[in-house]
Structure formats: C-alpha cells, structure tokens
T-cell receptor, first 114, second 113 residues
Framework: EAQVTQNPRYLITVTGKKLTVTCSQN?????MSWYRQDPGLGLRQIYYSMNVEVTDKGDVPEGYKVSRKEKRNFPLILESPSPNQTSLYFC?????????????FGAGTRLSVL | DAKTTQPNSMESNEEEPVHLPCNHS???????IHWYRQLPSQGPEYVIHGLTSNVNNRMASLAIAEDRKSSTLILHRATLRDAAVYYC??????????????FGQGTTLQVKP
C-alpha cells in the first residue's frame, strides 16, 4: 500500500531540546516536502527536496533543518525548538514533473513545545 | 500562482449530491485544477484533478467550466465520512519547481444524517 509514514504522531517537548520528526515513503518518489498547519494560516511549506541530497527552503524555513540522504526518508529537525513551533506537521511526497502529479500526505505529527 | 476562491462552509444531507464550487478567474492555460480534502485529524488526501475536460473517478466528479474560470467538485452521494475541508488548488503544469501546493482556507463540508 502506498504510504507516507510520520513518527511520532504526537510529541510534547520543552524549549531548546533538539528533536527529529521522521518521514518515510514507499513509492520511490523523488519529491518530498514538509508543511506546517496552524489555525487561520492554513498549510505552509517549510522545506522540500527534489531528490537525494537536494533540499531547498519553502515559505517558513526558519528554525528547521532537513536532510535527504536516502530517497525514501526526509526527516525534519528542530535543533532548538521554541513555543512558536507548536503546530501540526505534515510530510508529503510525489513524483516529479508536471502539475498533474498527486501529492501523498502523512497522517501528521502534532508537536507542542512548552 | 493563481488564486482560488471557495465558500467557507457548506451543508449537505446524507445520501444527497453535493456540489462544491471553486472560482479561479486568473487561471493560466497550463494550470491544472486539483482538489484535496482533509478529514478531521488526518492529512490532506487527493480527490481529483483536471485540466480542461470533466473528470470522474471513484471518489468524485470534477466539472470544469468552458472558460476554465470556475470548477465544481461533485460528490454524488454524500456520506458522513465525506465531512471534511475541501481544497481547490491550481498547479502549473510546467513549472512545479517547488512542488508546493498552496492551500487556501477551503470549504468545510458538514454532512447531516
């Protein structure tokens, strides 16, 4: 079954404690992306990757890092989380190319930074 | 990216058809019209997409106006499970450099039993 898997689903942490949210896809997709969703602001792109070792900033990259060492994995790293990073995070993947490509989303990670 | 306009909310009765409208008057010739939905406590999921012609799949139908300035997502028989936020999104077919989907506020669909 085609899947994008995020872990953990829920996470409560404290300010400054480094954390990583993992994302894995089993569809051999070149493209992967992270979004955050906040009330009233909708979904906004944080970082994206067109392929292994190729990453770029989205609209709201401050305070986040990503890596793409393998095609299937795209972890989101918060080196020093702050309360304004409390949000619902989604990972997505798709094949590359024309605008008809479908994006598949993970179930989400709800992060609270105290 | 061209912008879309959708009603904030709509209501439907279970087992009845639902027509969800979307206006995109500034659509360009290479923009695909995509629909995604987000069920409560879940990630967005793809529903349907089209370029110029009407499209059908197992989930829904997409009716695209002849001038492409508007489209309608049709759920033929709404079920309680269809209660979700529905997003109408335009994607340029030739410059998906960031692959980003621009989610607006969408339409919150309530389905009454």
């Amino acid at each position: 079954e085609a899947q994008v898997t995020q872990n953990p689903r829920y996470l409560i942490t404290v300010t400054g404690k480094k954390l990583t949210v993992t994302c894995s896809q089993n569809m051999n997709h070149e493209y992967m992306s992270w979004y955050r969703q906040d009330p009233g602001l909708g979904l906004r792109q944080i970082y994206y990757s067109m392929n292994v070792e190729v990453t770029d900033k989205g609209d709201v990259p401050e305070g986040y890092k990503v890596s793409r060492k393998e095609k299937r994995n795209f972890p989101l790293i918060l080196e020093s989380p702050s309360p304004n990073q409390t949000s619902l995070y989604f990972c997505a993947s798709s094949s590359l190319g024309a605008g008809s490509n479908i994006q598949y989303f993970g179930a989400g990670t709800r992060l609270s930074v105290l | 990216d061209a912008k879309t306009t959708q009603p904030n909310s709509m209501e439907s009765n279970e087992e009845e058809p639902v027509h969800l409208p979307c206006n995109h008057s500034t659509i360009s010739g290479t923009d695909y019209i995509h629909w995604y939905r987000q069920l409560p406590s879940q990630g967005p999921e793809y529903v349907i997409h089209g370029l110029t012609s009407n499209v059908n799949n197992r989930m829904a139908s997409l009716a695209i106006a002849e001038d492409r300035k508007s489209s309608t997502l049709i759920l033929h028989r709404a079920t309680l499970r269809d209660a979700a936020v529905y997003y109408c999104i335009l994607r340029d077919g030739f410059s998906s450099n960031t692959g980003k989907l621009i989610f607006g506020q969408g339409t919150t669909l309530q389905v009454k039993p």
